[in-house]
T-cell receptor, first 115, second 109 residues
Framework: GAGVSQTPSNKVTEKGKYVELRCDPI?????LYWYRQSLGQGPEFLIYFQGTGAADDSGLPNDRFFAVRPEGSVSTLKIQRTERGDSAVYLCASSPDAGGTDTQYFGPGTRLTVL | SQELEQSPQSLIVQEGKNLTINCTSS?????LYWYKQKYGEGLIFLMMLQKGGEEKSHEKITAKLDEKKQQSSLHITASQPSHAGIYLCGADEGGKLIFGQGTELSVKP
């Protein structure tokens, strides 16, 4: 079956611009997660959704970052006034349910470069 | 918050050799995941361990969780070039995963 998909695969933008990153989870998965991975590091948690609501947004670095999941399926990560330090690979994952030990399945990521 | 330390950070082995990657946690592990990542790609799920002393195998890869549930190891037998990549351990913390920094494995033919 189809896995987690993310678009675009690559995004190059200029400092100060607004960007949106999209994630399509595995069909039927109620939990959706966003992570950010810098070069040479493991992924860092940003936010996760259970259904339409953000269950934990403690990893969002500041108020320039925002994510939505209005219908409990597709999610969009939004970054305002991008900075060069936002350059990273943004990974999305989904799982059948949140919490417990449901395995998270990852998408291929979006590589964001801020010039 | 929980921290995971992986060792070694990088590893180069000759094809056919065995190798072990370790993951040590600052707190008790209630769910420990191993993933593999190829450069520029997403994470591929390998195995999940939950119980102290648990051991799981898939093809030539074996993962163990120690009895105290603070350390896990990933062992690859008779390594092949297809095993090359970055191996990441991740700990479940209230639904989200906390990852180690990764171990980069290269296998020389």
């Amino acid at each position: 079956g189809a896995g987690v998909s993310q678009t675009p695969s690559n995004k190059v933008t200029e400092k100060g611009k607004y960007v949106e990153l999209r994630c399509d989870p595995i069909s039927g998965h109620t939990a959706l997660y966003w992570y950010r991975q810098s070069l040479g590091q493991g992924p860092e948690f940003l936010i996760y959704f259970q259904g339409t609501g953000a269950a934990d947004d403690s990893g969002l670095p500041n108020d320039r970052f925002f994510a939505v999941r209005p219908e409990g399926s597709v999610s969009t990560l939004k970054i305002q006034r991008t900075e060069r330090g936002d350059s990273a690979v943004y990974l999305c994952a989904s799982s059948p349910d949140a919490g417990g030990t449901d395995t998270q399945y990852f998408g291929p990521g979006t590589r964001l470069t801020v010039l | 918050s929980q921290e995971l330390e992986q060792s070694p950070q990088s590893l180069i082995v000759q094809e056919g050799k065995n190798l072990t990657i370790n993951c040590t946690s600052s707190k008790t592990l209630y769910g420990l995941y191993w993933y593999k990542q190829k450069y520029g790609e997403g994470l591929i799920f390998l195995m999940m361990l939950q119980k102290g002393g648990e051991e799981k195998s898939h093809e030539k890869i074996t993962a163990k969780l120690d009895e105290k549930k603070q350390q896990s190891s990933l062992h690859i037998t008779a390594s092949q070039p297809s095993h090359a990549g970055i191996y990441l351990c991740g700990a479940d913390e209230g639904g989200k995963l906390i990852f180690g920094q990764g171990t980069e494995l290269s296998v020389k033919p």
